[in-house]
């Protein structure tokens, strides 16, 4: 059994320096002196054979004897020994932290977190670690951050480590795993090792090529938190306020929900979440007025995890669907004025329309130039498409649609009629339409006849024919398919429905155009950002629960709030064993991963404690013979 | 009213007091040992004096003088009446005033102590010298045989100039002690007994002189109890000689178990010629000694 060896065996050379240190310590060891009356007796007392002794001899002289102890205890702190811990060490060895939200939960009231926990044991290992060996710390929550290369630097290793912040977003293990495979290319290694609480998929797409040594640390205590938080549109106009609260597997008890509009409590309801059970909750919100949601769970036991029990909700106002339809598009304007909320553009008393519009539906080229988030084309092949699409005149007729496209919900096809023949062009097919970004929605005989592109500017559908030379208008399907559009509008209007915004990305900010911003975040550090040429600022980092304020010269513009809705990450569940790629599993680690200990930090106390004695025996006043 | 003026000190060496008890003392050796000229100490052997000692058989010779008529006349048997002799007992001082006994008051103690037996002697009517030993090789200081309380003063002098220097080794100061002296008596050695000579022969010397030997050790707190705590250089005081030592218990306990050895090789050496000896401290005050650890040891009564 190896108990231990050292780590610089060759600085024994310094014992060398025993044979001076004996021989300076003679030269140079001055005595007090002190006039006795006689030294009768003490001449007796040093002739006897005991005092002679070679033990004895070396007794009187124990200023040397403390002085080769000194000695002797720094060239074996020199040496650097350590008592071995693990059952052997890695020359370099990439380190993962998760930091994801569920490391911040905590394991009992007024306990350590888990990554607090992860940031011990790695300390210890960054302690013991041996001079011939390297660490990389890799933390990573969503995405995959490298802290330090590979290096023994122990100073800049603890640095690194303390820089390690939880953020409430999930963890993505897949990514980390890909950059430590990348750096495994440019320096070798064998082993990995990784910490966590095993919050993650336990299936991985990954080819796993090095060994992985999970170190699963200890479940957290119970936690409940804000799983779900999402308002729709009612009929009346006002908003249905949508909250779901779960809990981990151990988690039961009692809370209050408190629902807040723009700081102040409208609503608030106790509940009771049973282990194992979500429980669910509607509360009503006015929508006459754009207003911030904010939604607080108060548990009254013990709750481990602090972040899932806010959420941030931004209702839009109540306002009409501002739809641009062309006059000659008469069909489209006869099914939109069944619809509620609409405002049609241009009115049937003016030509006027100019502004922005929530939808633009036309079968003119130019008019999809207007501003929208939400656009219909009709009868002609948008440019981008001209490549991969021709317009036939044959005539043609539905094959196929998908029924679950929101758009087609409860619009029956089969049997419609179609004059134009929309036709992949020669050579191209769906595969370099789905390239383009477009997805077919209804598949004619030769091509498509609905296509579909969604994007950051919104959503566009191409009806690749006109409806007026089909018989779609004459079909119960075609209001529905008219006001499936407007759904989608409202959606993308955000008029519809609201989501809860959650942590990691912002969602896009509307601003003035080009203004420069800053964003302040929870943690009240800030970052610049700039609004592009539409006065949207998107790509907002938000790693922290809570609110975003985006100031402009210091003032406050806007508040936006952004809360962990991760029931993976509320649940606080760990995997105990990780499936990667070609059925291969790592089972969480049987033992804690144990450092050496490295002994030279106490040999070099007990040498200054040494040192502290020889000092004291060197000063202390002589004593007797007055 | 007449103001009583104190009684001025007859010698720096003892009080008046204590002169005033020694005046009621008296030396009490261990054997009998006097001169055989006329003194006051009853000697073994018959002698001339008025006090009836015992009867004898009458040998051919004897004087007829001291024949017992009366029972010759009973008994018709001629007993010969003995009488005590009164013989001169000789005190012998002899004060080691080397340099080492000037550390700790050791020689301030020894002068008294010397001074009292010389005091003792002289109002007992005995033969009283002193000597004291200083330099190697060197004749000792010497206050010739005087007697009576008329020499008193003489005695105080010589001692209260006694000084301590020197490194006369004490056996040697005996032997040139024994040039100078005759008759016996009792032989009072006060000194630290530390030398490297051979005290044996010494003690020898002084009992087939005819003197009893009364040994009195005086050393320092120091010497009983020293206080070594560290690696020290000792210098002898009288050589100049040095010895490195380091602070160790085990040195300590050594140096106690030869110190004591001494003790016991002094007092047997006395007690094998029928004298006394007694180690004090010089932190001792002289009167305890006198009248507290002498008295009660039997040295005086």
Known sequence: MNWGGFQALSHLWLLSLLAPLALFYFLKLKRPRAEIPSLVLWRQVLQDHRVNSPFQKFKRNLLLLLQILLLLFLVFAATQPFWRGGPGKQRRLPVLVDCSASMDALDKPGGVSRLAEAKRRVREMID???????????????????????????????????????ADVPSDLEEALRLVQALGRSEPFDEVLLFSDGNFPPRVNFDLSFKLNYQRLSPAGPNLGITALSAQRAVTGAWDVFVQIEGSADAEGNASVELFEDGNSIASERITVARGRAQRMVFQVKGDHASSLRVQLTPDGFDSLAADNMAYLDLPGSRPLRVFVPKSLVTYRR???????????????SDEASGAFDLVMSDRPQDMDLVARTKLSVGFIPPELERFVELGTNGSSVVDWRRDAPVLQHVQLADLMVLDQPRFAAGEGEGDLE???????????????????????????ALLFHTDRSTLPYRVGFPIFVANVVQAALEQAGLAEALANRTGVLPPLTLAPGGRYQIQ???????????????????VAAPRAGFYSVLENGVTRRRVGAGLLSPSETSLAGVAQIEFNEQLQVAEASAVMKTDWPLWPTLLMVALVVMLAEWWFFQKKPGGWK | MELLTPRPQMTTLLTNSVLDRLQRLRIRPAGKRTSRSRGEHLSGKGGTSTEFCDYRDYSPGDDTRFVDWNIFARLHRPYLKQF???????????????????????????????????????????RVSAYTSHQAGGAPDRMPPCRGRASLRTLFQFIES????????????????????????????VSDFLTFGDLKRSFNMLFAAGLEPMGIQILSPQEIEPDVTSDLRLVDSETQETLDVSSS????????????????DLALLCRRRQGRFLPVSSATPVESVLFDQLRRQGWIE
Do not use: W
């Open chain 1, 128 to 166: 013991g670690l041996a001079s011939d060996q390297e660490l990389c710390l890799i933390s990573f929550d969503n995405t995959p951050r490298k802290l330090t290369g590979f290096t023994n630097d122990k100073r800049l290793l603890r640095d690194a480590l303390d820089q390690i912040q939880v």
């Open chain 1, 335 to 349: 099914a939109l004025q069944g619809i509620r909320g609409i405002q049609s553009f241009p009115q049937e008393t």
């Open chain 1, 435 to 461: 390239n383009a970004g477009y997805e077919a929605l209804i598949y004619g005989q030769r091509g498509p006849l609905l296509v579909r592109k969604q994007d950051s500017d919104g959503v566009r559908f």
């Open chain 1, 521 to 539: 975040t929870p943690e009240q550090t800030t970052e610049p950002v700039t609004a592009d040429d539409h006065g949207i600022v998107s790509g």
């Open chain 2, 84 to 126: 005590h002799k009164e013989e001169e007992r000789h005190v012998v001082l002899l004060i080691d005033a080397s340099a080492s006994m000037k550390f700790e008051g050791k020689l301030d103690l020894a002068k008294p102590l010397a001074a009292a037996f010389g005091v003792m002697g002289l109002l007992n009517n005995e």
């Open chain 2, 162 to 189: 006694v000084e301590g220097r020197g490194d006369a080794p004490l056996d040697r100061a005996v032997e040139l002690l024994l040039r100078h002296h005759s008759g016996r008596g009792v032989c009072v050695i």
């Open chain 2, 249 to 264: 218990a085990d040195l300590l306990n050594l140096y106690q178990e030869y110190r004591q050895g001494l003790e016991n």
